[in-house]
Nanobody
Framework: QVQLVESGGGLVQVGGSLRLSCAAS????????MGWHRQAPGKQRELVAA???????NYGDSVKGRFTISRDNAKNTVYLQMNSLKPEDTAVYYC????????????WGQGTQVTVSS
């Protein structure tokens, strides 16, 4: 089993910045993808950004150029630096860890609220 613990959410003004962190523990595949998804009220959950244990990052179109995802493999931790925040970034942000395709393993954190006030 894998546990994901998120931190760093909160309230910020338009144009401000926040940094989210997610620490994974437990039986973690060395080959994995960690990432962030978000869900706003009345909307579907969407990809924000993802980063594999090795390889290129992937960003949702709405956050490209403003958000940066990074990870520390030694700490099994993924970070999301969010800059130039907009009211439409308001959502619950969920950390995700996906194992290799053959494993069928896909884990989610409990979510952290990000609110951008105008």
């Amino acid at each position: 089993q894998v546990q994901l613990v998120e931190s760093g959410g909160g309230l910020v003004q338009v144009g401000g910045s926040l940094r989210l962190s997610c620490a994974a523990s437990g039986s973690i595949f060395s080959c994995n993808v960690m990432g962030w998804h978000r869900q706003a009220p009345g909307k579907q959950r969407e990809l924000v950004a993802a980063i594999p244990s090795s390889g290129s990052t992937n960003y949702g179109d709405s956050v490209k150029g403003r958000f940066t995802i990074s990870r520390d493999n030694a700490k099994n931790t993924v970070y999301l630096q969010m800059n130039s925040l907009k009211p439409e970034d308001t959502a619950v942000y969920y950390c995700n860890l996906r194992g290799p395709l053959y494993s069928g393993k896909n884990y989610w954190g409990q979510g952290t609220q990000v609110t951008v006030s105008s």
